[in-house]
């Protein structure tokens, strides 16, 4: 096939929007952690420590960890294994995009029902986190599964970008 096909180009716009979606809201919620860290410092130092901006700076740390896992898969800054490149026979190199995406979509599909289950759990029990602020823990675990299924389906694109090489690049580093 010369070229990515029309509903695949559709797909990847609309996973790219997402993406950009979550990357923004990522980096608003580092701003926030930052200003609970300045802010729980300053508490501190002050001589009144307050206890409740670490809580929240440790559950938005979750948020972003999660929104930010798949913009970091499409851009190339997620965690690479260059190890055995020189070593692909020249033969196997061609496949090697696709057998990549097809484990990152495995180990998402691993990951996404583990975090489900957890999540699950914690709406049927609705269990407060250990915290000095009562949060419940279904609010903390919900981004998980939300996050790793925009990874999957970010790993999906990557698959359809390593089968129709005109799609834009998707490389496991930018440089390649």
């Known amino acids: 096939m010369n070229g990515a ?3 695949f180009k559709h797909y990847e716009r609309a996973v790219k929007s997402v993406n950009r979606a979550f990357a923004a809201a990522a980096s608003l919620l580092t701003l926030i952690i930052v200003m609970l860290v300045l802010l729980a410092v300053a508490t501190r130092i002050g001589g009144s420590p307050a206890l409740w ?8 740390l979750v948020y972003v960890v999660f929104l930010a896992m798949a913009p970091a898969l499409e851009s190339g800054h997620h965690v690479v294994v260059e190890l055995f490149d020189g070593l692909v026979p020249g033969t196997i190199r ?8 097809a484990l990152v ?10 975090l489900y289950r957890v999540t699950a759990r914690a709406f049927d029990d609705d269990r407060l986190a250990v915290a000095a602020i009562a949060i419940p823990l279904k609010w903390v ?13 970010t790993a999906l694109m990557g698959f359809g970008r390593a089968t129709w090489p005109s799609a834009a690049a998707f490389t496991a ?3 390649h």
């Open 141 to 153: 675990y919900l981004i998980g599964p939300i996050g790793i299924a925009q990874f999957i389906l």
């Open 53 to 60: 901006p670490y809580d929240v700076a440790q559950f938005t």
């Open 5 to 7: 096909p029309e509903w």
């Open 94 to 101: 061609p496949f090697v995009g696709h057998v990549a995406m």
């Open 173 to 175: 580093r930018p440089d």
């Open 105 to 114: 979509i495995l180990f998402g599909a691993i990951f996404l029902w583990h």
